[in-house]
């Protein structure tokens, strides 16, 4: 009896170690990568550890099976996040930030083909939505899913749709990867059944949301919501806002801005200069920079 409880867990485990190495070849970045590692093949291996365990019987064979099973329970996890801390520290991005089924590219090689290429962006469309979007000023602290809550309210009067939905898909969309790209800026983005509608929701957290770990206190937040044939503003939208936090001291500017309307002409003038940084004239770093 032993024997075929050994075999079928010896099987189940090489299922999941193959599938673990599927995870390895065939997701996109380091981060997902590791998720196959650490879950799949480390209960893969555990359950192959096991099922020798008690093919063996009780002896030698079975305590250097345990022995070592416990070593890959403890050992794959923290090699696990010693690789992903190395891989953010020196700045290893997710791969795809952007919303499933939007684009096919990554978001990060289309961001910055765009600003590359210095797209005109259908002639200061960006600058229209910047006196169209409407500007929510937040005092108070909250994490991205209670503030995604105040934004689907607003949001779904814009673009006709529930706001339920446009929660649960901003959400959604947090948990595949958070938003945060850099640690005070943050650009949640979807898409909804549709089409011929984008609308941008701009928000200031004075005492900033948490997003992630390593985003704790975002206090610039741009909203973008869309239907599938407006992609391309979708992503040229993403390259202006890129643009325009990289200005000089734009985030101090943004908490000091005392209401909205400072907040909006920051806005103003930072695309201004967005502008002239595609006639040549350069713009310094400050916090969104290509790896």
């Known amino acids: 009896m032993n024997e075929y409880i050994g075999i079928a867990m010896i099987s189940i485990g090489i299922v999941y170690d193959i599938f673990g190495c599927l995870g390895l070849v065939r997701l996109p970045d380091?981060?997902?990568?590791?998720?196959?590692?650490?879950k799949a093949v480390t209960m893969g291996t555990s359950l192959i550890l096991i099922g020798v365990a008690v093919y063996a019987g009780i002896g030698a064979i079975s305590a250097k099976a345990i022995i070592c099973m416990f070593f890959v329970l403890l050992s794959s996890p923290a090699a696990a996040h010693a690789i992903a801390r190395g891989a953010h520290s020196s700045g290893i991005r997710v791969e795809r930030v952007t919303a499933e089924g939007l684009i096919g590219r990554t978001i990060e090689s289309e961001l910055w083909d765009i600003i590359r290429e210095g797209y005109e962006f259908e002639k200061d469309y960006f600058d229209?939505?910047?006196?169209?979007?409407?500007?929510?000023d937040l005092e108070e602290s909250m994490?991205?899913?209670?503030?995604?809550?105040?934004?689907?309210?607003?949001?779904?009067?814009?673009?006709n749709r529930p706001p339920d939905i446009i929660q649960a898909k901003l959400i959604e969309r947090e948990k595949e990867c958070t938003t945060a790209l850099a640690p005070e800026l943050a650009i949640p983005h979807i898409i909804v059944e549709g089409e011929k509608t984008f609308e941008m929701l701009i928000i200031r957290t004075?005492?900033?949301?948490?997003?992630?770990e390593s985003s704790p206190n975002v206090h610039a937040i741009f909203v973008l919501v869309g239907t599938k044939d407006k992609w391309h503003l979708h992503l040229r939208t993403l390259a202006a806002i890129a643009t325009i936090v990289q200005t000089e001291n734009f985030y101090e500017n943004w908490l000091?801005?005392?209401?909205?309307?400072?907040?909006?002409?920051?806005?103003?003038e930072r695309s201004k200069l967005r502008h002239e940084k595609k006639k040549g004239k350069s713009t310094p770093d400050n916090g969104v920079s290509r790896r």
Do not use: C
């Not at 380091?30 to 650490?38: E, F, G, I, K, S």
């Not at 004075?206 to 992630?212: A, T, V």
């Open 30 to 38: 380091v981060y997902t990568r590791l998720q196959a590692a650490t």
């Open 128 to 136: 229209h939505m910047l006196e169209s979007s409407p500007i929510l």
């Open 143 to 159: 994490s991205s899913h209670e503030l995604y809550k105040r934004i689907s309210e607003i949001l779904g009067q814009r673009v």
């Open 206 to 212: 004075k005492n900033g949301s948490w997003f992630s």
């Open 256 to 268: 000091k801005a005392q209401d909205t309307d400072r907040l909006r002409t920051l806005l103003r």
